[in-house]
């Protein structure tokens, strides 16, 4: 089991780099259109019982 959830971490970090990316390609005028799939991409692997998920620490 940790690896699958270092794989969730892994996947959440290069999801979140991913964005940040198209963000700095695109320019700020787009930020606004990123912040759903950004948040998206950080809670993606929330845990069920709201403990969180990898980019919240979830132990």
Do not use: C, K, N, Y
């Amino acid at each position: 089991m940790p690896e699958e959830r270092e794989a969730m971490r892994q996947q959440v970090t290069r999801d979140l780099a991913m964005i940040d990316s198209l963000s700095r390609r695109f320019g700020p005028q787009h930020l606004e259109g990123l912040e759903a799939p950004r948040a998206i991409a950080a809670s993606q692997h929330e845990a069920m019982h709201g403990s969180g998920g990898p980019a919240q620490g979830e132990s």
